[in-house]
Nanobody
């Protein structure tokens, strides 16, 4: 089993920045893809960004140029640096881990709230 623990959410003003972190523990293969999804009230969960253990990345169009995903393989930790935050970025952000780039997530974190408000 795999556990994912997120941190770093909170309240920020429009134009501000936040950094999310997620650490994985348990039975983790050295080859995997970790990432972030988000779910706003009344909407479906959607991809934000993913990163493979080799460093390949994929971003959703709404966050390109504003968010940066990175990871530390030695620490089994993935980060999401969020800059120029907008009201529409408000959501619960979930860390994910999937065994292969081409799979949907196999494991989820508990979620961390990000609220962008003035």
């Amino acid at each position: 089993q795999v556990q994912l623990v997120e941190s770093g959410g909170g309240l920020v003003q429009p134009g501000g920045s936040l950094r999310l972190s997620c650490t994985a523990s348990g039975s983790i293969s050295s080859i995997n893809t970790m990432g972030w999804y988000r779910q706003a009230p009344g909407k479906q969960r959607e991809l934000v960004a993913v990163i493979s253990s080799g460093g390949s990345t994929n971003y959703a169009d709404p966050v390109k140029g504003r968010f940066t995903i990175s990871r530390d393989n030695d620490k089994n930790t993935v980060y999401l640096q969020m800059n120029s935050l907008k009201f529409e970025d408000t959501a619960v952000y979930y860390c994910s881990l999937q065994r292969s780039w081409f799979r949907t997530p196999d494991f989820w974190g508990q979620g961390t709230q990000v609220t962008v408000s003035s």
